[in-house]
């Protein structure tokens, strides 16, 4: 799966985005990573390189346009009321532009809420 992704992202340069908008969801607290469109070349390899390897297409979401690329800030392990959250931290923060240079395959172990995400390897963006 590397060898494939790092061919399909060969001639993609590293990607530059923005970090800033909190997105809150039952089990997560994340940062979302805008313009999204911006990461398609990414989604589309790995998703290509899952078929290929696996002979399956693998399920990430529904559809493309479902795809939410974010940063996970942090996990919820209790059911607790959203509010105090979204009162302390907010809707947004200092928007932070980063760039996206690697992609690292990782296997997720274990069931829900007690993953263990073991690294396998990194693709280079653009080299």
Partial sequence: MLELTSTSLADTPPIEVTLGRVLYHPEAVM????????LAP????ARS???QVTGQEGVTTSGPGDWVPHMTLCYSTANQPAK???D??????GHCTVTIDTMTLVV???PERQWAWQPMGEVHIGR
């Fill in 108 to 110: 997720q172990w274990g």
């Fill in 88 to 93: 302390a931290i907010g809707l947004t923060i």
């Fill in 49 to 51: 390189a899952t078929q």
């Fill in 84 to 86: 105090p959250l979204i």
């Fill in 42 to 45: 990414v989604l589309l390899a």
């Fill in 31 to 38: 940062l979302g990573i805008e313009p999204t469109e911006d």
